[in-house]
């Protein structure tokens, strides 16, 4: 992302993606269709919440959402926290998946094989319709862009666009999409524009459930202190899905951590 003279409008980023839906747990296609938060999806909206809200620490906000009820969802949470409107942009809804949208990834091997090993070889995906990666990337810059000025955005949004967002306003091109891995539900990565340009100060990060601790399992009779992994760990993007324009299938049923 370019800036003008001033610099953008924000000097520190937090990209939300929203929370779970029961597509997201299935393994099926959203793109722009809207399924709502299912049951989980609203608890990590209620967890993750207060963690942002003492993450800002009183900044100046402005929280902006993507129109698709999952995502307004997943903001108000934050939003009654903070005593903040919603402020609504429909330039960071999901990447518009065309035909493969409300299919699983089964049901997409079976109808469009080749669309689909092109897609799990990271090759782009011809015939399938919906939207071109660089026309994602364009209109979620230019929701950066058009931010109010403010100390802090927080842009909630979804798996694909948000990859595509961070990607652009590194400055990465498409042979580096896959140099990070994509947001689970309700994770976060943080920005901050600095004088060279905007850098990626936190990444992929996430509440723990319940009961569970912080970077993984311990050892039975370990009693020594647990150290939380990097939220860039290869391990936790792994657990949270592959989306339709980054990877393979990961090891678990989202089809669309872009979702």
């Known amino acids: 992302m370019t800036a003008g003279p001033a610099g953008p409008p924000v000097r520190r ?35 993750t919440a207060p963690q942002l809200a003492a993450a800002l620490r009183a900044e100046d906000t402005v929280l902006v959402s993507s129109d698709l009820q999952r995502a307004v969802d997943t903001a108000g949470v934050l939003a009654s926290l903070l005593g903040l409107p919603v402020r609504i942009d429909d330039r960071l809804r999901e990447h518009g998946l065309g035909s493969w949208e409300g299919l699983t990834r089964d049901e997409v091997a079976a109808r469009h094989p080749d669309q689909y090993e092109d897609w799990i070889s990271g090759r782009p995906v011809p015939g399938r319709g919906g939207e071109a990666q660089a026309d ?33 306003l590194l400055g990465l091109g498409p042979e580096q999409r896959r140099l990070f891995g994509p947001l689970g539900n309700c994770h976060w990565s943080e920005l901050s524009h600095q004088a060279t340009g905007w850098r990626l100060m936190r990444h992929n990060v996430s509440v723990p459930t319940p009961g569970q601790q912080e970077g993984g399992s311990r050892r039975s009779g370990d009693r020594g202190a647990f150290h939380r992994p990097s939220a860039t760990d290869v391990p936790d993007a792994l657990r949270s899905g592959a989306t339709p324009e980054e990877a393979a299938p990961a090891p678990v049923s989202d089809a669309d951590a872009a979702g």
């Open 13 to 47: 980023l937090f990209i939300w993606r929203h929370g779970r839906t029961e597509w997201n747990a299935t393994g099926r296609f959203q793109g722009q269709l809207d399924p709502p938060l299912d049951e989980e999806g609203r608890a990590q909206a209620a967890r």
């Open 136 to 168: 994602v990337a364009a209109r979620a810059v230019a929701a950066v862009a058009d931010l109010p000025p403010a100390s802090t955005a927080v842009l909630v949004t979804h798996g694909g666009t948000a990859g595509r967002l961070v990607e652009a």
